[in-house]
């Protein structure tokens, strides 16, 4: 079994902060980030901070921190070469027998940076050297917050952007639990749709679930003239499929 | 904000301990299980000790231990007496002021015995003195054994159970992404039908992931024979569905 109470050198970790709230990283994720000598932090080119950094800071002390600005504008060929260049300086510090954690918000395996880094860096260091520490993802935190089941017995979970309507129209017909992300400005449409559906009153929505700017909508029609931005996440009850 | 430093009077925590691991825990959920005053233990009929309360076992000291033993029968109304009863004792003690967690492997709002408690506790006490406190769940840990992103860009994730595998061909075409709990006895039809899409190649399996007994499959067919029972866990890579 790998040794995870500290940070063990030339070792990348990509490690989940959860929501929010510094008490909802796992232990784990805290003595590797206590004891590790690289923290990558991930920061859009929109935003001012870096939220998982603010989220980790109870624990920094001697750590070299490394604020990484990637684009938001999506773009294929930006993105790669940004997270390339992520890639050369986690590959230097290994080569010099350091630790090395790429942290970010929620689960690093949930709609994360990690992703993009993991794609430039996983054939220039060993396999066994990369170890991914799970974060709660705003799903479950959203889904904590109202107390409400995401499914039992044989029930299917769908979680998806709102990117694309027609797509999210499509998942109410395949499955019990439906979980958005990315919401934004499609937030009117959405709640649109949900009313065409019967749906309106099966679905509520957390934004910032576990920041400071926490709001929690029990009610969709109370949205009505909102900016959310993209940390809000609306959960959509369907149905129930039960045991046969 | 809810003060989760530690158990609070008349509370109920609905705690997931994530997969197996102790050092997996939430920091909230440890602080809150080191200081609650009774926890309960969830078992199957069919187990020979609770998952959760061995998960656990590193933070107890005095906290009343209650084992509750619930039947794996899918039976709605055995099922809810059930539950009913655990709910009877869990009243009793939270109207003596004391503070009481039920604890849960996983997240407890993912497939967990959670739901039926809430179901039979929740017009019983006040809403503000329930709070679920998220855990790792196994598709998180699996797909962190794996180092395999779940979801990128614009990717959809199905959650369901294998149960039903006309249900499971069916969402091979509905996401990006499907992750398939409570495999069992249908393993070789399950491979059988990944095979017949041409996906038995885009399938990992982690059975009892963080767990002393875990293993991985990297290939199913390494697979032939094995008798996996309920804790493992398949991730089936369907696709890309990216930024457009």
């Known amino acids: ?41 991930p920061r859009s080119s929109t935003a001012s901070e870096s939220l998982a950094l603010n989220v980790v800071r ?13 684009p938001m ?12 260049q992520m890639a050369d300086l986690a590959v230097a510090r290994l080569l010099q027998g350091k630790s090395v954690a790429h942290i970010t918000i929620g689960d690093p395996l949930i709609y994360s940076t990690c992703a993009y880094l993991l794609e430039q860096i996983g054939d220039r260091i060993a396999a066994e050297n990369i170890h991914t520490i799970s974060g709660i993802s705003a ?70 679930a576990e920041q400071e700017k926490e709001r929690i909508f029990l009610d969709l029609d109370t949205l009505t003239g909102e900016r959310l931005g993209y940390m809000a996440v609306m959960i959509v009850h369907v149905g129930r499929r039960e045991w046969t």
Chains 1, 2 share one sequence.
Request: proline letters at 4%; charged letters at 20%.
């Open 73 to 84: 504008e999506r773009d294929a060929e930006q993105t790669a070469l940004c997270w390339k």
């Open 1 to 41: 079994m790998t040794d995870y109470s500290k940070a063990l050198p030339e070792s990348l970790y990509l490690i989940g902060v959860g929501p929010g709230a510094a008490d909802l990283l796992t232990l784990r994720a805290v003595n590797v980030l206590r004891s590790v000598d690289v923290i990558i932090a």
């Open 58 to 70: 109870p624990y920094l002390a001697a750590q070299e921190v490394v604020e990484h600005i990637y």
């Open 139 to 208: 799903m479950q935190a959203t889904a904590a917050r109202l107390n409400a089941p995401l499914l039992m017995q044989n029930d299917r979970l769908m979680l998806m952007p709102a990117e694309n309507l027609a797509a999210v129209e499509a998942a109410l017909g395949a499955c019990e639990t439906l979980v958005i992300y990315k919401i934004g400005a499609r937030l009117p449409k959405l709640i649109e749709l949900l009313h065409r559906h019967g749906l309106a009153q099966s679905a509520q929505l957390v934004s910032h």
